[in-house]
């Protein structure tokens, strides 16, 4: 039985064509060569479609050879199993199988899996990573969108003593307020604690003592609780948000979170979530939540309005449905 083949020496780069000679005494000739060795001698890749199959010898001479069909016919002859891999790659019903469960994969990697990885990777992020990603994004937010607060020192200073009462001394957490024109009436959380609440949102109170205000910064705060903007931003970007994890470069997500901030919607399971934390904070200090009822409904009522309105950032980014209003108005009543 004889095969076809180019042989390399291995003392240069120079092909050399030869014929290969499979013996029934289970011996591998190549005469132009003197090579003589026992078949078992030889190791003989598996096939791989239709590619070259190289002969290693034990000398460290290789040959090569493209006649697949061939060779597949000796080594059966000779009872030596065929490659699994070819034998996958022949059969048109795995190969569709495989392609079907690669769609799978991949679906499953975008949705499902792709939810729980952020979940896992957020977890793992340590305080110093998500404060050095917060920092950038707050210099960002300076820079490009917001100014400082215009906001009298009295009302300030109700609304940092709700904020104080709220944090109960976690040093984590900060208040910072802010004007702009560019996002509007909102609020909204940082990876780190750092929560932002803008002079446009404020004017809306209908509250004296800014109760409303405070259940939209204990809505913030539950996001800050279970990881919500960094779990969407490490989503939007998985890929580099792992090779960050491993590297130590968050650039990735650094780029991100303000454009999930400012420009994205929070999933439904998410506002369910803080709302469900706000309300149990709320509970705890004392405060009805008809006050935060009252300003998402008074929000609701203000959503056919122009596009140049202050009050596009807060709808935008927190939608104000009918099911969040009867939500707190439940628990008030």
């Known amino acids: 039985m004889l095969v076809d083949a180019v042989l390399y020496d291995g003392k240069s780069s120079k092909e050399h064509k030869v014929t290969i000679k499979f013996t029934y005494g289970r011996r591998i000739i190549v005469e132009s060569h ?6 078992d001698e030889v190791e003989i890749e598996s096939r791989l479609g239709n590619t070259p199959r190289v002969f290693e010898f034990p000398n460290g001479i290789r040959c090569k050879s493209r006649e697949n069909d061939k060779i597949d016919q000796i080594l059966e002859d000779f009872d030596i199993e065929k490659s699994k891999t070819y034998k996958i790659e022949s059969s048109w019903g795995l190969s569709i199988g495989a392609i079907f469960m690669t769609i799978i994969f991949v679906w499953f990697m975008l949705t499902t899996g792709a939810s729980y990885t952020a979940t896992v990777v957020a977890s793992l992020l340590p ?3 998500l404060d050095k990603i917060s920092s950038a994004t707050m210099e960002e937010l300076d820079d490009n969108y917001m100014s400082p607060s215009k906001l009298s020192d009295e ?8 904020f104080d009462i709220l944090t109960d001394g976690d040093t984590k957490y900060k208040l910072h307020f802010r004007s702009s024109k560019k996002i509007g009436a909102n609020a909204f959380a940082l990876p780190s604690g750092d929560i932002v609440l ?3 949102l404020v004017a809306l109170s209908r509250d004296t003592q800014f109760r409303d205000i405070l259940g939209v910064l204990a809505h913030e705060k539950g996001h800050v609780v279970h990881k919500h903007s960094i779990r969407m931003a490490i989503k939007s970007a998985l890929s580099g948000a792992i ?7 968050i650039s990735i997500l650094v780029s991100t979170v303000p454009t999930i ?3 994205s919607s929070y999933s439904r399971d998410f506002e369910r979530e803080a709302d469900a934390y706000a309300m149990g904070e709320l509970q705890e200090i004392g405060v009805s939540p008809i006050y935060m009822a009252n300003l998402f409904e008074n929000l609701k009522k203000e959503q056919n309005i122009d596009e140049n309105s202050s009050l596009i950032g807060l709808i935008s980014s927190h939608p104000m449905s009918e099911e969040r209003i009867k939500y707190f108005k439940s628990f008030a009543n």
């Open 34 to 39: 003197g090579i003589d060795v026992a078949l």
């Open 127 to 129: 305080q110093s990573t």
């Open 155 to 162: 009302n300030r200073t109700i609304i940092q003593k709700h």
């Open 198 to 200: 803008t002079d446009e």
């Open 243 to 249: 090779i960050g994890y491993m590297t130590g470069d």
């Open 261 to 263: 901030l400012i420009s």
